[in-house]
């Protein structure tokens, strides 16, 4: 693809999700304008809650028979100020912590840089190791019972009842990239210990005289799926919302304002469910550098230079379980497909990576390592042959893309170390 000109959206607000040294009025005022903004009719119809699975409809989503491009969401998810604060009481009580009024006086951030491990705690588990590896397992052996249209996203793709009774989305990719994207990312997210925010994945070879797709041979034939194509079976979640970006990067960029830097101290303001969102959205961002993926909160920041409201609408590939955790789907963009494209969407992902300066511990100390090693492609391959029995038939990364990965990695550890030393001096 030729280098793509960076499109003009006006001024990306990106500085900004916890960089050190705001006036402490500032945040304030940004939480009363998103206030404003939620009170404000929304001309564009919402979607009933608690109705999608793992991809939602076609329409929700803009694929093909959806009726709009994929960009254009007009679907807001915005729980209720009652309805947050018991959220926040529960969690805070399966954490063992006190409740939101006393745990409001605990920092948020530790050290500078990192969020706290009281505030950790509160993020919800999401998907556990433990249950995921039995999923994937189950699902390996099941066999196929039905495949039906609609609920996972392109018109390709199927929702499969399998034969112990769980339900699955079967993605035929429009071609293998996509496929290998989606399971090379599903097992970088594990590398990096944030794998329990994508729903399990496997991989599976169609073929309609195998056990595992007999019951369903005569619907393969309307699927026009290629014998031996291999596609990806992720587990379907029930319940799932839609997700707006928060106000760093959502509202706020839609108005073109460029934001300050907010302080640490400043965020001991904001309610818990928010800070524990914004944990999860710092995992998200890094994630998304790492992978080059530009089809979730990029895609929609492209899509200001036509749209300016489309930050207040429903962020791309992203969606909230019912426990107020957020589920990274589709992220089959990543790796393959997005290092080819990284001329055109860099100049949208890098500033993202910069609005961020509060991190998790855990996920800058696996960085420092995977830095310190030089191993970013090395241990990718070894998890993802140990875990993948098909990897194989996909193969891994180029060298070149191999190179990327590290490079990428390289550049978040220097990024996470100049927001430590800015950290260190106020």
């Known amino acids: ?41 929304d001309p564009e119809p919402r979607p009933p809650p608690g109705r999608w699975g793992w991809g939602s409809s076609p329409a929700a989503r803009g694929e093909p028979g959806g009726g709009g491009q994929k ?7 915005v729980p209720a100020a009652d309805q947050e604060e018991r959220d926040d009481e529960g969690r805070f009580a399966a954490a063992g912590l006190p409740p939101p009024a006393a745990a409001a ?27 995921a590896a039995a999923w994937l397992s189950a699902a390996r052996a099941a066999r196929v ?3 039906e249209r609609g609920g996972c996203g392109r018109s390709s793709n199927r929702l499969a009842r399998l034969s112990d009774g769980s339900r699955a989305c079967v993605r035929y ?68 919302t839609a997700v707006v970006a928060p106000a760093p990067w959502g509202a706020e960029a839609g108005a073109g304002r460029r934001l300050q830097p907010l302080s640490a101290g400043e965020l001991g303001g904001l309610p818990p469910s928010q800070l524990v969102e914004l944990v999860q959205w710092s995992d998200l961002i890094l ?11 990029v895609s929609n920041l492209f899509s200001l230079q036509w749209d300016p409201r489309v930050m207040r609408r429903a962020t791309s590939n992203l969606l909230r379980a019912p426990d107020g955790g957020l589920v990274f789907m589709d992220n089959e963009a990543g790796l393959v497909h997005g290092y080819r494209l990284l001329a ?4 949208y992902n890098e500033p993202l990576l910069r609005s961020v300066c509060v991190f998790r511990e855990g996920t800058a100390r696996r960085v420092a390592e995977l830095h310190r090693r030089r191993s970013a492609a090395a241990e990718l391959h070894r998890r993802y042959r140990a875990r993948e029995p098909l990897w194989a038939r996909l193969g891994f990364l180029s060298e070149r893309q191999a190179e990327l990965l590290q490079a990428r990695v390289d550049f978040v550890h220097r990024h996470i170390a100049q927001c430590r030393a800015q950290a260190a001096v106020l």
């Open 173 to 240: 990719g429009i071609n293998p990239e996509q496929i290998q994207g989606e399971a090379l990312s599903y097992h970088l997210a594990g590398v990096l210990g944030m794998q329990e925010r994508l729903p399990p994945m496997a991989l599976a070879l169609v073929e309609a005289r195998g056990r595992q797709w007999e019951p369903v041979r005569e619907e393969l034939r309307g699927s026009h799926w290629a014998e031996g194509a291999v596609v990806s079976l992720t587990r379907w979640v029930d319940n799932l």
């Open 71 to 77: 960009t254009f969401r007009a679907l807001l998810a």
């Open 105 to 131: 006086a605990v920092s948020p951030v530790e050290r500078g840089i990192f969020w706290s491990r009281e505030l950790e705690a509160l993020v919800p588990p999401g998907f556990a190791a433990e249950e």
């Open 1 to 41: 693809m030729k280098r793509a000109r960076r499109a003009a959206p006006g001024p990306l607000p990106l500085l900004g999700l916890l960089l050190l040294g705001a006036l402490p009025g500032l945040w304030t005022v940004l939480l009363r304008r998103e206030a404003a903004t939620r009170r404000e009719p």
């Open 145 to 147: 019972a039905s495949l």
């Open 344 to 347: 055109m969407w860099d100049p």
């Open 287 to 297: 994630f998304d550098y790492l992978t080059a993926n530009f089809d979730r909160l």
